[in-house]
């Protein structure tokens, strides 16, 4: 036994808020994460912007997540009631409500420590933390691929809209999973 467990993040029911109108650029989804197959976080009844929640997830892989240097609100935010391109890094900033679903994430000693707020702890290996969120990404650009194209409604959302879509794909691409790796959903 290497002292990792196994992890899991699930969308549970992806939908569209606007009827799968193209008009509506984010993907929402309760979510549930189970560790060695037991339940960590239970979003599922809620209603959260999954695919802002992927980014969120990816940043994770280079980067930590803590209550000192946090990357976002949530995690997986309840909604993004503001999406902008910041100028100084490039990157999408979500300025979301007080609620969505968070734990943290720590990188440590070839590990990744995932914490909730009541303090709870599970250790995974760096690569079952990659797997996870590339499988939750996929799930969640599935989705995507599978609905109308997504056209933003104005300039400012022709900005920030592809400038995520293309950052995620940019750090999922830079996971690279063999077959093996890949689990079938039951």
């Known amino acids: 036994m290497n002292g990792f467990s196994t992890i899991r993040i699930q969308p549970v029911r992806l939908h569209w808020l606007v009827d799968d109108s193209p008009g509506d650029l984010c993907a929402h989804a309760g979510v549930v994460v189970t560790v060695d197959g037991e339940p960590f976080i ?18 994770t892989l280079a980067d930590d997540h803590t209550p000192q240097t946090p990357r976002a609100e949530h995690l997986i935010p309840h909604c993004g009631h503001f999406m902008a391109v910041d100028d100084e890094s490039g990157a999408v900033v979500n300025v979301g409500c007080l609620s969505g679903a968070n734990w943290w994430v720590r990188h440590e000693g070839g590990g990744v420590v995932l914490t909730r707020e009541d303090g709870a702890e599970a250790r995974v290996s760096e690569r079952e933390w990659a797997r996870a969120v590339a499988e939750f990404a996929d ?25 995520m879509r293309h950052e995620w794909r940019q750090r999922r691409s830079a996971i690279n999973l063999s077959p093996e790796e890949h689990r079938n959903e039951a």
């Open 42 to 59: 239970t979003s599922a009844e809620k209603d959260l912007a999954v695919s802002t929640g992927a980014l969120h997830l990816l940043r």
């Open 139 to 163: 799930a969640v650009d599935a989705f995507y691929a599978t609905s109308p194209a997504r056209q933003p409604a104005d300039e400012h959302e022709a900005e920030w809209f592809p400038a």
